[in-house]
T-cell receptor, first 116, second 112 residues
Framework: GAGVSQSPSNKVTEKGKDVELRCDPI?????LYWYRQSLGQGLEFLIY????????KSGLPSDRFSAERTGGSVSTLTIQRTQQEDSAVYLC??????????????FGAGTRLSVL | KQEVTQIPAALSVPEGENLVLNCSFT??????LQWFRQDPGKGLTSLLL???SQREQTSGRLNASLDKSSGRSTLYIAASQPGDSATYLC???????????WGAGTKLIIKP
């Protein structure tokens, strides 16, 4: 079956522009996660969606970052007024449920964002 | 605050060698530890998941161990192959049950 799909795979933008990154999770997975991976760094948690519950936005680095998940499926991560420090690979993952010690996350290939 | 460290940051070995990748964490109160593989331009793939009550997990040529008391995990790769070249990341699941804390990874190159 289809895995987690992210688009675009690469995005180059100018400083100050807004960007939207899309994630299409595995069908039936109730949990969806966004991470940011900067060069040479581990993954940084951004936001978590689980079913119809309020998302955990505790990892969003500033109010320029927002995300939504429509209909419990596709998610969009929006970065407003992009800055050069926003340049990174943005990874999306989904899992069958959000909890449980055997819960495995399945990752998309990521969107590489470059802010000039 | 939980911190995860992976040493070395990069490793290059000849094909056929057995090798060990290291992961350490500062807080032993974890639910599980996972090893992932990341290939350039591709997403992460889960390799092994060790529950906090387990000591090790095996999958093919891979064996992962967990020593909670010392805050360490190792990933052992037997008879390495060029196709094993990738970045290997470890992550621990803390008490929130969904938020993984990640190491920065070890970039592994297997030379033919």
């Amino acid at each position: 079956g289809a895995g987690v799909s992210q688009s675009p795979s690469n995005k180059v933008t100018e400083k100050g522009k807004d960007v939207e990154l899309r994630c299409d999770p595995i069908s039936g997975h109730t949990a969806l996660y966004w991470y940011r991976q900067s060069l040479g760094q581990g993954l940084e948690f951004l936001i978590y969606f689980q079913g119809n519950s309020a998302p955990d936005k505790s990892g969003l680095p500033s109010d320029r970052f927002s995300a939504e998940r429509t209909g419990g499926s596709v998610s969009t991560l929006t970065i407003q007024r992009t800055q050069q420090e926003d340049s990174a690979v943005y990874l999306c993952a989904s899992s069958p449920s959000g909890r449980g010690t055997k819960n495995i996350q399945y990752f998309g290939a990521g969107t590489r964002l470059s802010v000039l | 605050k939980q911190e995860v460290t992976q040493i070395p940051a990069a490793l290059s070995v000849p094909e056929g060698e057995n090798l060990v990748l290291n992961c350490s964490f500062t807080d032993s109160a974890i639910y599980n530890l996972q090893w992932f593989r990341q290939d350039p331009g591709k997403g992460l793939t889960s390799l092994l998941l060790i529950q906090s009550s387990q000591r090790e997990q095996t999958s093919g040529r891979l064996n992962a161990s967990l020593d909670k008391s010392s805050g360490r995990s190792t990933l052992y790769i037997a008879a390495s192959q060029p196709g094993d070249s990738a970045t290997y990341l470890c992550a621990v699941l803390k008490d929130s049950n969904y938020q993984l804390i990640w190491g920065a990874g070890t970039k592994l190159i297997i030379k033919p």
